[in-house]
């Protein structure tokens, strides 16, 4: 069965229900991953999902049991809280059987996967993403992850969340996010600090970090993308 074979709406929320929401943004972690690296990842540098879910479902818990002290502290009535993962994806034309392995492994760990054919530049995944946070939001939203680096995308909404009581984190990298980490409502984690996402340590060297014969930055994308680029 091909990627594209099953196409399904997102499940919907059961009433008194409210979704703890991580959506990570497949190829913009991909690209700021293999800035670090200077090139694609061996497996010992490639994300563990199933660390990720194990964190997503600390995260919940910690949230419910903030809720239920609110909720005793105010004599309310709680609702139950439910982590859901979610991975979006652009699919190249000819990479399905190259990407399918990895996309049944994450539907194996918990997460969902919404897939998009790679046809031009405005086949990102971006405002699927944002789509699918404004369906969660509306449905009942008690926490918001969201693993890019993409602050021209996400930071004026997701901090338009925050501000309206959603707890809202960023996942990525911090070389890349300085966009979360100057900003006084979101919070900022960066992958390498959640335990068993990486097998080994990442070879990352900052300006604040050089070794005293200095070292090599390498580029965020080739020098080719300036033909195609629209800045």
């Known amino acids: 069965m091909s990627i594209t074979e099953e196409i399904v709406e997102a499940p919907k929320v059961s009433p008194g229900t409210s979704r703890v929401l991580l959506v990570w943004d497949a190829p913009n972690l991909d690209m700021g991953l293999g800035a670090i690296l200077g090139g694609r990842p061996t497996a010992a540098h490639r994300p563990r999902f199933d660390a990720l879910g194990r964190w997503l479902l600390a995260r919940t818990a910690d949230l419910s049991a903030a809720q239920a002290r609110n909720n005793d502290a105010s004599d309310g009535d709680g609702t139950t809280l439910e982590p859901e993962a979610t991975v979006f994806t652009n699919i190249a034309p000819g990479s399905a059987d190259v990407v399918r392995p990895w996309v049944e492994a994450l539907r194996n ?50 901090e338009d969340i925050a501000r309206a009581g959603t707890p809202v984190q960023v996942l990525g ?59």
């Not at 897939?115 to 990102?124: G, L, R, V």
């Not at 995944?125 to 021209?152: C, N």
């Not at 409502?185 to 970090?209: K, N």
């Open 173 to 231: 990298f911090r070389e890349h996010a300085s966009w979360a980490l100057a900003s006084d409502t979101l919070e900022f984690v960066d992958l390498e600090d959640i335990p068993g996402v990486f097998r080994e340590p990442l070879p990352r060297i900052g300006l604040d970090s050089l070794p005293e014969q200095g070292a090599w930055l390498q580029p965020f994308r080739p020098l080719s993308s300036l033909l195609t680029s629209r800045v």
């Open 109 to 158: 760990v918990g997460f969902a996967v919404f897939a998009k054919p790679k046809i031009d530049e405005d086949s990102d995944v971006d405002v699927d993403m944002l789509d699918h946070i404004a369906l969660r939001r509306g449905e009942g939203l008690a926490g918001l992850l969201v693993a890019s680096a993409d602050g021209q995308a996400f930071r004026q909404p997701l």
